[in-house]
């Protein structure tokens, strides 16, 4: 516990010094600001969100524009709390990439127990590699996603209470609607262990039961609400016009 805990302070130096020498080089280079249009949309959303209460990209007409919906409230805090847009999306990336650096490092220790260099060099690559740099300043919600995988994978290893496991398994879904994937495959080797494992009942229907309190039972609301925040465009019924997403969101601050 200690030496993940020293490991913490280690990924939050090395993650500040890729978040200065990123921004800075953007400062110095052009602009900061977000490289996607979708960052923008998020903001777009978020805005929306606290001003008119509506998860909609024009107000009065609500939509699914925005496949991150966990993001877009974290997003919507800032607009809450009246602070600079950028910055806030700024400060979310920061943490999250400290938190995805120490939970690789988590994961890493998990899989070599014996290897702490291993573990070590996971989880500084992680804090240093310049493709998640980017994706935590990107204003997307990437690394926050990468976060909840690896603290998935981590925490199914170490035979973590079920409920914690299916609410990292909510909260990874309603992320991005990808990471029931992931989710499903651990619902499904844990399902596996379990008929492998225990003593045979007669009650055919046990195991099932028990990974549906466990499992799919807290996790079961995020990923609903993942669901209803599907896009429309994904089946081609509408369109989203993105064009004005950044200066809409630019002019209201």
């Not at 989880?123 to 300043?137: P, S």
């Not at 039961?209 to 609903?224: A, N, Q």
Request: glycine share 8%; with cysteine; charged share 15%.
């Amino acid at each position: 516990m200690k030496t993940s805990r020293l490991f913490l302070l280690l990924a939050l130096c090395s993650a500040l010094f890729s978040a200065l020498l990123y921004l800075g080089w953007s400062y110095g280079h052009g602009s900061l600001g977000f490289p996607l249009d979708d960052a923008w949309i998020h903001q777009t959303y978020a805005r929306n969100l606290v001003r008119y209460g509506q998860f909609a990209y024009v107000p009065g007409q609500p939509s699914a524009g925005s496949t991150a919906p966990l993001w877009t409230l974290l997003l919507s805090v800032g607009y809450f709390l009246q602070l600079d847009f950028k910055t806030w999306a700024y400060c979310l990336g920061f943490v999250f990439q400290t938190l995805t650096a120490w939970a690789a490092y988590r994961l890493a220790s998990r899989l070599w127990p014996q290897q702490e260099k291993v573990a070590l060099f996971a989880g500084l690559f992680c804090a240093l590699e310049w493709h998640l740099v980017w994706a935590a300043f990107s204003g997307m919600e990437t690394i926050l996603f990468i976060l909840f995988a690896l603290l998935l994978m981590e925490r199914y290893l170490a035979h973590a209470s079920q409920i914690s496991i299916g609410l990292l398994g909510g909260l990874l879904t309603v992320t991005r609607p990808e990471g029931i994937v992931l989710y499903g495959l651990i619902v499904l080797d844990a399902l596996r262990r379990y008929l492998r494992s225990a003593p045979s009942t007669g009650r055919r229907g046990e195991p099932f039961d028990k990974l549906r309190t466990g499992l799919v039972e807290p996790s079961g609301p995020c990923i609903v609400s993942a669901g209803l925040e599907m896009p429309p465009i994904a089946s081609g019924e509408t369109t989203v016009d993105h064009s004005s997403a950044q200066t809409a969101t630019s002019s209201s601050r």
